[in-house]
C-alpha cells in the first residue's frame, strides 16, 4: 500500500457512501515510523500526520516543520496532564481527551495562552478496562462539561475492541455525536477506514496501511 492507493480508496469509500468528496480527512499515522517514510509521505504533498506520543513527536516534528510549510498535527495517544503545555506546542488537534483531570488541564492553559487546539473526546464504546475514554453512559455528561469550560469540542473519537465489528462500535459512537450536535468523528484506522466512512467518519488515522509496518 502506498499514500495514493489508500486515499483511492478513501474516495471509493466517500463516493460509495454517497458523502461529499471533502468530507473525511486522512491522518496519516506516523508513529514509530522511519524520518525516511515519513519524508516521503510528506514529499508527496501531505500534511495531515498523527502521533500518540508527545515526547516521540517533539523528537522529530520541529525539524520537519522547519523544512515543510503547513504541517497539520494530530496527537491520538493519551495525554498526561503534566504534558498538556507541550502538546499545545506540537498539535493542532488533540483527539484523547479522556477524563475531566485532563479537560480541566486544558482549559486551565488555554486560558493562560490565549489559544487552544481542537478537541475530540474519547468514548470508551466497548467499555474496556485496559482502554482509555468516558464510557458511553458518561458522555452526555462529559461533553456538557468540557462545553462548560467552553473548550473547543469538535468532536468525538474511538478505538473499537481489536475483536468487535468495528461498524457497531462507530455507529454507537456516531448516535452519542449525532445527540450532542457535534459534527466531528475520528474513527477508522488501516483495517477499517471504509467502514468508519460508511458510518460518518470526518477524520481517519491510518498508520501501517500507508507506512508499512512499524519498527
Ligand atoms: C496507531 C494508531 C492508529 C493507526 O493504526 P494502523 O492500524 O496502523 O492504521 C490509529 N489510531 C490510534 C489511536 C493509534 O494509536
Known amino acids: 500500500m502506498s499514500l495514493a492507493d489508500i486515499t483511492a480508496r478513501v474516495d471509493a469509500a466517500i463516493s460509495a457512501a454517497g458523502r461529499s468528496p471533502d468530507s473525511v480527512s486522512l491522518i496519516a499515522v506516523s508513529k514509530m515510523q522511519p524520518n525516511a517514510r515519513v519524508e516521503a509521505v510528506l514529499r508527496e504533498g501531505h500534511r495531515s500526520f498523527g502521533e500518540n506520543r508527545v515526547q516521540e513527536a517533539g523528537g522529530k516534528w520541529p525539524e520537519f516543520r522547519e523544512a515543510f510549510d503547513n504541517i497539520d498535527l494530530h496527537l491520538i495517544g493519551p495525554l498526561q496532564s503534566n ?49 482509555a475514554g468516558v464510557m458511553p453512559a458518561d458522555a452526555d455528561a462529559f461533553i456538557a462539561q468540557c462545553r462548560d469550560l467552553n473548550l473547543p469540542v469538535k468532536g468525538l473519537m474511538c478505538i473499537p475492541p481489536v475483536d468487535e465489528e468495528p461498524s457497531l462500535h462507530f455507529a454507537l459512537l456516531a448516535k452519542i455525536a449525532a445527540r450532542n450536535d457535534l459534527a466531528g468523528l475520528s474513527m477508522g484506522m488501516s483495517g477499517d477506514f471504509e467502514s468508519a466512512i460508511a458510518q460518518g467518519a470526518t477524520h481517519i488515522r491510518v498508520g501501517s496501511a500507508i507506512f508499512g509496518d512499524r519498527d
Open 83 to 131: 504534558k498538556v503545555r507541550q502538546a499545545f506546542d506540537l498539535f493542532q488537534t488533540i483527539h484523547s481527551v479522556d477524563r475531566p483531570k485532563l479537560a480541566n488541564a486544558i482549559a486551565r492553559i488555554a486560558d493562560e495562552l490565549g489559544h487552544c487546539p481542537d478537541l475530540f473526546l474519547q468514548v470508551n464504546t466497548g467499555e474496556e478496562d485496559q482502554k
